[in-house]
Antibody
């Protein structure tokens, strides 16, 4: 059974850097084709993809947020970390991490973590 | 970049068929995925690679594709199907991921 759980601060101040950790079990990020992605959802709004890291350390970022995002993995700890710099109140959202199954030339997410709400406010 | 367009809302009565469209799929055609999200819960995959249903998803959920539009069909809608539904696809090169704006399904 694959499970993922997000952890990190629930409140950050504007201009600060957000660091979120995704801790997972039930799969290995050293398995060919596997990835872990981050997706966020502002309150009452749609899902927005942020980034993904793959078993081979390939990393992809949302073009609109690329300059602010860094995704890293620690295979030995079964963790993926997302950092987002220069946080703004518009970044207030529930942040999800999700498992990306083995696939060639495509990408999807199953299952997802429960999500963690991050509020940006002074 | 590109956008996936979904209708903001769809309403059906119990037992009827709901169809939710997702247009703007990039060419060359990429696979589309569908997620169901109930209030306060994380999204759940209900259709992958346009038409495939994960284990545990009721067979009343189905997917189809025609050109650059894909459709999620829920046959015999039940009250428990009331949720937001999102389509998702990689871009044409598989470099990044886009979600549609979501469709709120209301069961009358």
């Amino acid at each position: 059974q694959i499970t993922l759980k997000e952890s990190g601060p629930t409140l950050v101040k504007p201009t600060q850097t957000l660091t979120l950790t995704c801790t997972f079990s039930g799969f290995s990020l050293s398995t060919d084709g596997v990835g872990v992605g981050w997706i966020r959802q502002p309150p009452g709004k749609a899902l927005e993809w942020l980034a993904i890291t793959y078993w081979d350390d390939d990393k992809r970022y949302s073009p609109s947020l690329k300059s602010r995002l860094t995704i890293t993995k620690d295979t030995s700890k079964n963790q993926v970390v997302l950092t987002m710099t220069n946080m703004d109140p518009v970044d207030t959202a529930t942040y999800y991490c999700a498992h990306s199954p083995v696939a060639t030339g495509t990408c999807w997410f199953d299952p997802w973590g429960q999500g963690t709400l991050v509020t940006v406010s002074s | 970049s590109y956008e996936l367009t979904q209708p903001p809302s769809v309403s059906v009565s119990p037992g009827q068929t709901a169809r939710i469209t997702c247009s703007g799929v990039p060419l060359p055609k990429q696979y589309v995925y569908w997620y169901q999200q109930k209030p306060g819960q994380a999204p759940v995959l209900v259709i992958y690679q346009d038409t495939e249903r994960p284990s545990g998803i009721p067979d009343r959920f189905s997917g189809s594709s025609s050109g650059t539009t894909v459709t999620l069909t829920i046959s015999g809608v039940q009250a428990e199907d009331e949720a937001d539904y999102y389509c998702q696809s990689p871009d044409s090169s598989g470099t990044y991921v886009v979600f549609g704006g979501g469709t709120k399904l209301t069961v009358l």
